[in-house]
């Protein structure tokens, strides 16, 4: 036997390379050279602004940079940094706002006694009975991940650090579950009914 009929043959495997040409693979280095760039800086600025939070800078700066990742194209941007303050700026603005009129919404709530004595009518409380088993049945339709990080975030009030620390899933990811399921919860809610 010679030794050319002593080694396997393996059928050849077709490799495909990413060219530096690629947009997908150009715009993803882009978004980890600012990551690997900013990300401390941007964290600072956010903290000078917010504080610890709510909303939590580290959280601010994740979702920044992952809006950055999942967009199209990132050609039309001209100061990649200032694009990526920006974008972060507006999720925290969005965020304060948003806190600010929940918390406005439960202190009118809390201040009236009135409406939870006279909104106790049968078919408000069948409504409300009808969305708690609608909720229900949609975070027990939710994968295993999803309401951990629900659980974590929303109820405990983790931030995405504390809980990538604690369980060591990427800052991404928990950005993206989260996401995920708070659309799920969104979208198994009854609708009003005027």
């Keep these: 036997m010679n030794k050319a009929e002593s080694f396997p043959t393996f059928p050849s495997v077709k490799v495909t390379t990413f060219s530096a040409d690629n947009p997908k693979l150009r715009q993803r280095r882009l978004v980890e050279k600012l990551y690997h760039q900013y990300w401390s800086e941007l964290c600072a600025r956010l903290r000078h602004l917010y504080g610890e939070g709510p909303p939590d800078p580290q959280d601010i700066a994740q979702e920044a940079f992952t809006r950055l990742s999942q967009m199209d194209s990132l050609n039309h941007v001209l100061n990649p940094r200032a694009f990526l ?26 201040e009236d006694d009135n409406v939870l004595l006279n909104d106790l009518c049968p078919e408000q409380l069948l409504a409300q009975a009808q969305q708690m088993d609608a909720l229900q049945r949609a975070v027990a339709e ?5 309401r951990e990080i629900l659980l974590r975030c929303r109820i405990k009030g983790q931030t995405y650090a504390q809980i990538a620390e604690q369980t060591g899933w990427s800052l991404a990811d928990i950005s993206r579950q989260l996401t995920s399921a708070l659309a799920q919860l969104a979208a198994s809610q009854p609708q009003d009914r005027d």
Excluded: C, M, P, W
Excluded at 85 to 108: M, Q
Excluded at 142 to 146: A, S, V
């Design 85 to 110: 303050y920006k974008v972060a700026f507006n999720i925290g603005h969005k965020s304060v706002g948003h806190i600010i009129k929940t918390r406005e919404f439960l202190a009118e709530q809390l």
């Design 142 to 146: 939710l994968n295993d991940k999803q």
